[in-house]
């Protein structure tokens, strides 16, 4: 059967940075979940956990501090490769994940000359060349900051997805994300692109959650050719909040091996498809948004 997940072409490989230097809007749970599901839907998916933190390594069932080798190894030794690094999720087949480790948080130090030098910013792409030709899609889980490992997540992507909470106050540093990925854009890598905000921790029906949608969705609709979120959109669904995801880490395990059947399974499988089928669109000049106007009008 032809794998709907799967792109014609291997160079059509999606690199998502999630991305947002505010904490705990739900980046590290959209890349878990929606990578879950991507994986679940026949894509081969690789997850990076960019964030000393750790998180996204502890929520796929990996205790940091046993690994032979993390990604603080690939960025400080020049020897360790992203084949030595990679490691196969236990509860989901076809997902994988590059680890993170506490030390992780030592980097922005112990590279100060290799960033002078104006070399620290594409370890990542420049070491994952290889493995990424492995995937159909990469997910990178950022850091809250605005640093040196997001600026390495963000060479080595094709998109940044913003995960976001509407709640008051969700669009105040806004300017500063879009400015870094405006900065990054003009020098690293050109094509990059925000393909979308994703809502988490959503509360439906409240005025205030309409209001940031239209607030987005208005940002997004003024955007020039010339920005890189031009062809930005609010993801649907937004994801509803559900105990379940806030749980399921805690077991090692993403929701939908967690709690299959649970609202946050379904609101990040429906997420999931919806990304997938955005990533077609853009591919696929006939199947082209719809303009702005008529997005406006949606619930
Ligand atoms: N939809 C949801 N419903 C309930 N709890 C959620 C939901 N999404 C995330 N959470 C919980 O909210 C907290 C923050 O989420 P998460 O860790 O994904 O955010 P983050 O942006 O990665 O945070 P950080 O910036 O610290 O890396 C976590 O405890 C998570 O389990
Ligand atoms: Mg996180």
């Known amino acids: 059967m032809p794998d709907p997940a799967r792109p014609a072409d291997p160079t059509d490989r999606r690199v998502i940075a999630m991305m947002n230097q505010k904490g705990g809007v739900g980046k590290t749970t959209t890349t878990v979940n929606v990578g879950a599901a991507m994986a679940a839907a026949g894509a081969r998916v690789l997850l990076i956990d960019l964030d000393p933190q750790a998180h996204l390594t502890l929520s796929v069932g990996m205790e940091p501090g046993e690994m032979d080798r ?54 990542l792409r420049d070491k994952c060349v290889d493995l990424f030709r492995q995937f159909d899609a990469v997910l990178i889980d950022c850091p809250p900051a605005l640093g040196l490992l997001t600026v390495n997540a963000l060479c080595a992507a094709t998109e940044v997805i913003v995960p976001m909470q509407s709640h008051f106050l969700a669009m105040q540093g ?30 439906a029906n409240t005025l205030l959650a309409g209001e940031i949608r239209a607030e987005l969705d208005g940002f997004f609709g003024q955007a020039g050719e010339g920005d890189a979120w031009h062809q930005a959109e609010v993801f649907d669904p937004p994801v509803r909040r559900n105990i379940k995801l806030a749980e399921a880490p805690s077991f090692g395990q993403p929701v939908l091996a967690y709690a299959p059947e649970s609202n946050g399974a379904a609101d990040y499988r429906k997420l999931a498809a919806s990304i997938l089928g955005a990533g077609r669109a853009a591919e696929t000049p006939d199947a082209a948004p719809q303009p702005r106007g008529s997005e406006q009008a949606r619930g």
């Open 174 to 203: 806004m300017s500063k994300l879009f400015e870094t990925i405006g900065s990054v854009r003009q020098g690293i890598n050109p094509t990059l692109r925000v393909s979308g905000v994703v809502l988490c921790m959503h509360e």
């Open 70 to 123: 993390t990604n603080y190894d690939l960025f400080v030794d020049e020897g360790t490769t992203a084949m030595e690094v990679v490691r196969e999720v236990e509860s989901i087949a076809n997902l994988a994940v590059l680890p993170a480790e506490t030390n992780l948080a030592g980097i922005e130090s112990e590279m100060a000359e290799s960033v002078q030098a104006g070399t620290g910013q594409s370890i």
